[in-house]
């Protein structure tokens, strides 16, 4: 004996033993509220689009504030926009609920760069005096992206034109980091021509690594972080 599974989406019009008239009234139903839901889809398409267009084409300033939130100057009014909280005091978004282009706009500048995110606040380059976006809890000096360092950069120093590797960029100023001998890196005469107020860069020489002795046995240096300049390793060889 076999039975023929019903699909569960059938299921009701079975139960009220409905015949074709039903079942055709169903597929109109269904049809029709296919053609408004595709209607339906493609206004809110639109109006997305739209929204992203003005989003990314309108004149709008946007400025951080200190708390984490964001202004936006627009020339039918000022609104401020909280990006981790996805709000915005508009009324597009406050009455409507809507993803607003100034929330849009917000996402694209810190997406781009051209704005801190929530959590960073605006620093400057100690080496270049370009703006650069720092943690908020971040202290010190700090370096932009041109002139910051990872662990493990090859490394040359301008004064001997030895190779060095980068093992940290402390937050400490060459006047407040302090060697072995308790001097700080700018008393020293070698670091005379670079920045008192620059943080200092730790590095290994690259003649003390060998298979057994990694970057975190080797002993460290404190440089101003300027002398250091990135090294082109494969361009050496
Ligand atoms: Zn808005
Ligand atoms: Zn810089």
Redesign the pocket.
């Given at each position: 004996m076999t039975h023929e599974r019903i699909p569960p989406a059938s299921a009701p019009v079975d139960e009220r033993g409905g015949g074709d008239a039903d079942r055709a009234r169903d597929r109109r139903d269904r049809g029709d509220r296919e053609v408004s839901d595709r209607a339906r889809d493609a206004a809110d398409a639109d109006r997305e689009d739209g929204r992203s267009e003005r989003a990314k084409r309108e004149p709008m300033t946007v400025r951080p504030l200190r708390d984490r939130r964001y202004v936006?100057e627009t020339e039918g009014g000022t609104?401020v926009?909280a990006l981790d909280a996805g709000t915005?005091?508009?009324?597009?978004?406050?009455i409507r609920g809507?993803r607003?282009?100034?929330?849009r706009r917000v996402a694209i500048e810190v997406t781009e760069g051209r704005l801190p995110a929530p959590d960073e606040r605006v620093g400057v380059c100690a080496v270049c005096g370009v703006e650069t976006f720092v943690p908020f809890a971040a202290s010190g000096p700090r370096l932009c992206a041109r002139h910051g360092f990872e662990r493990g950069d090859a490394v040359s120093d301008r004064e001997t034109g030895e190779l060095l590797v980068v093992t940290r960029v402390t937050d400490r100023r060459a006047d407040e980091y302090r060697t072995d001998e308790g001097r700080a890196i700018e008393a020293y005469p070698t670091n005379a021509a670079y920045g008192a107020h620059e943080p200092v860069v730790e590095a290994v020489y690259a003649e003390s690594l060998g298979p057994a002795h990694g970057i975190d046995d080797a002993r460290r240096y404190g440089f101003p972080a300027s002398r250091l300049v990135p090294v082109d390793v494969d361009r050496e060889e």
């Open positions: 936006v609104y926009v915005c005091s508009c009324p597009d978004h406050e809507e607003c282009k100034h929330l």
